[in-house]
């Protein structure tokens, strides 16, 4: 498909380097945690997941981001989407734990949304550097508990989201959606290991992504060989047992980078 | 078992290059999962290239664009994922290899040796990326010179894959042979390109790039039929095979062997269905060899 010209129609500035930009296009099929490519015209194209049928949460990282963030209302950026699989929805009355780190409470804000109108109980763990990069807390409120954790102790917990984690019986719940910075996962996927509950789990991953479809490989992971874009990006813990996870990913000439 | 240039294979299918071939676990993938009789790795050059920006592949109507600008780690970065495939894939694997001059296909092709590839693949044929694929295919002189050059360094079979962007693809395919290929793969993409009209922005991060898919399918099985007479050297044939039917037609035109690449946008395990597909054609028809099919059209008119 070519990308579809989507016309920004709100900007909302959630913290210093996060913004969420909606267009006038809604993906009313789409899998929360499924992606789009965001085509950022004459810069480059980069992978965003959807934070919600008509919107993408964005952090300033790099070139195209920040070109992205010299839009304003009215301009357009080129989509292509949605992409990849998204979250297993949770049937009626299970328990379902969202553990978000940064901006990865933008694909899991509509999921735990659509798990909770699915009749889920849905509770969250938020983490963020401070309060101020704390995302969607009020999306994830009106929803059920949510146990806040901030690196500099501004808000909730002081330490990580496994900080947090450990006053929760992650056991007690049915299903486990996570999504965050790489180090992050790896340390809540090494707690659920332990924990021996990694099959209700599941992990949205990040790699560098080429083509975007399925067919050039730059994404594949060791040692399945599974694609992030296509078989992912969400993958089930179990998937993920001796995975490349948290140890090394792939810079854009394929050669290995450690995490 | 059906042998291809001293290569034992399962089958006649083989992963193209560029495609799932960035790694040796998903090579592994293709040849296990997907049940492919060879794999053909991405095309691995002399330093690390990160590739044209995005997009760099899209998916069109009739076929696919892409322009992925050859990005690969460089022959030192592959190796552990050439030994990784040559270790669990069960199937043969080909190194796709590039440079600029003859030496940098030497260099490449002797850095890669120690992993032990079963046959090399040369890319002179990638549309996209300046000095290098076409630019070097479509002069036959240093067709004939690439060819030569890793032929003597290596003592395993050498392909050659060319460009269909040539006024005549036989002319090239015959300076391959000249220069000792064990056999020659067509086709490459062929030039294209696609335009955002909401913006005019050309879509590829290149601009252009090369098409490929059920579009090409026709060019590519005219530049099959047209080696099989100029050549002694078996043709792969490869562009726009996505089931059986493509994957017979491909043979009968003169292909010992098929490439299959986008393709896999549908499924892995395409490899798997196309063989069983011919197998299941071969029994229907009554032939005893799948031999009996390669070169078929040249026969009956």
């Known amino acids: ?259 | 078992m059906y042998t291809l240039t001293g290569l034992k294979l399962k089958n006649p299918t083989i992963l193209a290059a560029g495609v799932l071939g960035t790694t040796g676990a998903s090579l592994c993938r293709v040849a296990r999962e997907g049940g492919a009789g060879a794999v053909v790795t991405k095309s691995i050059g002399p330093a690390p290239k990160t590739g044209h920006p995005n997009p760099s592949m899209i998916r069109l109507d009739c076929g696919f664009l892409n322009a992925m600008g050859l990005p690969n780690p460089s022959y030192p970065g592959f190796l552990q994922e050439l030994e990784f495939a040559k270790e669990n894939s069960a199937a043969p694997v080909i190194a796709s290899i590039f440079g600029g001059t003859p030496s940098e296909f030497a260099e490449v092709a002797e850095g890669l040796l120690p992993s032990k590839p079963d046959a090399f693949e040369l890319n002179v044929s990638c549309p996209h990326a300046e000095g290098y694929g076409a630019a070097i295919g479509s002069n036959p002189c240093l067709v004939e010179a690439v060819t030569a050059a890793v032929k003597d360094v290596v003592n395993v079979p050498v392909w050659v894959k060319l460009t269909p962007n040539v006024a005549d693809i036989t002319c090239i395919g015959n300076a391959a042979e000249s220069g000792g290929a064990d056999a020659v793969v067509a086709i490459n993409t062929v030039k294209g390109m696609a335009i955002d009209i909401e913006s005019g922005f050309p879509v590829l991060g290149n601009r252009s790039g090369g098409l490929s898919g059920k579009a090409v399918k026709p060019v590519a099985i005219k530049c099959v039929y047209d080696l099989y007479t100029a050549l002694e050297i078996p043709v792969i044939g490869v562009g726009g095979v996505s089931s059986w039917k493509d994957a017979v037609e491909m043979m009968m035109a003169g292909a010992a062997a098929v490439q299959v690449g986008s393709a896999v946008y549908d499924r892995v395990d395409v490899f798997s269905e196309i063989d069983s597909g011919i197998e299941a054609f071969l029994r229907r028809k009554g032939y005893s060899d799948i031999k009996k099919i390669i070169g078929l059209a040249h026969e009956v008119v």
């Not at chain 1, 500099?152 to 299903?175: C, E, I, M, P, W």
Request: charged share 25%; proline share 4%.
């Open chain 1, 1 to 259: 498909m070519l990308p579809l010209n989507a016309i920004i129609t709100q900007i909302t500035e959630e913290s210093p380097l996060v913004r969420t930009f909606f267009f006038d296009h809604r993906f009313e099929d789409m899998e929360p945690g499924q992606f789009v490519m965001v085509w950022v015209r004459g810069v480059d194209e980069v992978p965003m997941g959807l934070s919600r049928n008509n919107s993408i949460t964005v952090q300033k990282v790099g070139e195209a981001t920040s070109k992205l963030f010299e839009l304003k209302e009215g301009d357009s950026f080129g989509l292509r989407g949605p992409f990849g699989k998204g979250f297993t929805l949770p049937a009626k009355d299970e328990k379902l734990l969202i553990i978000a780190g940064g901006v990865g409470a933008a694909p899991l804000s509509p999921y735990a949304e659509a798990a909770s109108a699915a009749g889920a109980e849905v509770n969250t763990v938020l983490g963020a550097r401070n309060a101020g990069d704390l995302l969607f807390e009020e999306r994830f409120e009106a929803l059920g508990k949510v146990y806040v954790s901030t690196d500099d102790g501004s808000k909730g917990v002081k330490g990580f989201v496994t900080d947090a984690l450990k006053n929760l019986d992650v056991a007690a719940y049915d299903r486990i959606a996570v999504c965050g910075p790489e180090i992050m996962m790896a340390s809540v996927f090494r707690l659920l290991e332990e924990k021996k509950v990694l099959e209700k789990s599941e992990f949205s991953l990040h790699r560098y992504f080429k083509c975007g479809i399925g067919v050039c490989g730059a994404c594949c992971i060791d040692q399945s060989g599974l694609r992030v874009c296509k078989d992912g990006p969400v993958f089930s813990g179990v998937q993920l047992i001796g995975s490349e996870l948290g140890k090394y990913s792939r810079d854009a000439s394929g050669r290995r980078v450690k995490i």
